[in-house]
Every structure is written in C-alpha cells, then in structure tokens.
C-alpha cells in the first residue's frame, strides 16, 4: 500500500472551504489534517475517518475499511473508510463527509 501525494494534495485543495487542510507523510500514505486532527488519509485510495452512527452509509455506499498487510496477517482499520471515487470530484460533497470526519 502506498500513497499518492497529488491525490492527496486535490483532496486538500477540494476541501478548501474547511480552513486549512495540511498533507503530512503518514507510514506509506499521506495524512490530511485540519487544526491538527487527523480526519482522513490517503493510500492507495482516500480514506476518511467515521465513527459508528456513520459507518452503515459507508457500507451501504459499496465503502470499505482502510486494509493493509503487516507481519504476515491482514490489519483492517475501522476507523476509516474508503470514499467513493466519484465523491472525490464533488467538492460539496466531499465537503460535507469531511465535516462529519470532523466532528
């Protein structure tokens, strides 16, 4: 898994209407930030943080856990979910999952 920093840098850039939005190196991916809490990070795809109330509208959308491999066995990571391709081109839309990454 490694992650593409132009995808995260359009992300930053889609999500300019939040404020500031910074892209840290974070393992083999990119990590976006606002006011220094990490809401979404970017690997082989863009993953944004959910919580329980909003996890079954990612599913239902086709979402999938942020997955790697280490030490042998497969890790998932519930806390972030894969957004949908065509959701990261709509800026309002994309807006409105990153404020709910947020609260």
Same mark, same amino acid.
């Given at each position: &898994? +490694?992650? +593409?920093? +132009?995808?995260?840098?359009?992300?930053? =850039?889609?999500?300019? +209407?939040?404020? @500031? $939005?910074?892209?840290?190196?974070?393992?083999?991916?990119?990590? #976006?930030?606002?006011?220094?809490?990490?809401?979404? &990070? $970017? &690997? %082989?795809?863009?993953?944004?943080? !959910? =919580?329980?109330?909003?996890?079954?509208?990612?599913?239902?959308?086709?979402?999938? /856990?942020?997955?790697?491999?280490?030490?042998?066995? @497969?890790?998932?990571?519930?806390? *972030? *979910?894969?957004? /949908?391709? %065509? !959701?990261? =081109? %709509?800026?309002? @839309?994309?807006?409105?999952?990153?404020?709910?990454? #947020?609260?």
């Amino acid at each position: &898994m +490694s992650g +593409s920093r +132009s995808l995260a840098e359009h992300v930053a =850039d889609q999500l300019a +209407s939040l404020g @500031e $939005v910074t892209v840290h190196r974070y393992f083999g991916g990119w990590a #976006l930030r606002s006011n220094g809490r990490q809401f979404a &990070m $970017v &690997m %082989d795809t863009l993953y944004l943080r !959910v =919580d329980g109330a909003a996890r079954p509208s990612y599913e239902k959308a086709g979402s999938t /856990p942020c997955t790697y491999r280490a030490a042998g066995r @497969e890790v998932v990571v519930h806390r *972030y *979910y894969s957004v /949908p391709a %065509d !959701v990261i =081109d %709509d800026r309002a @839309e994309l807006c409105a999952l990153a404020r709910a990454a #947020l609260a």
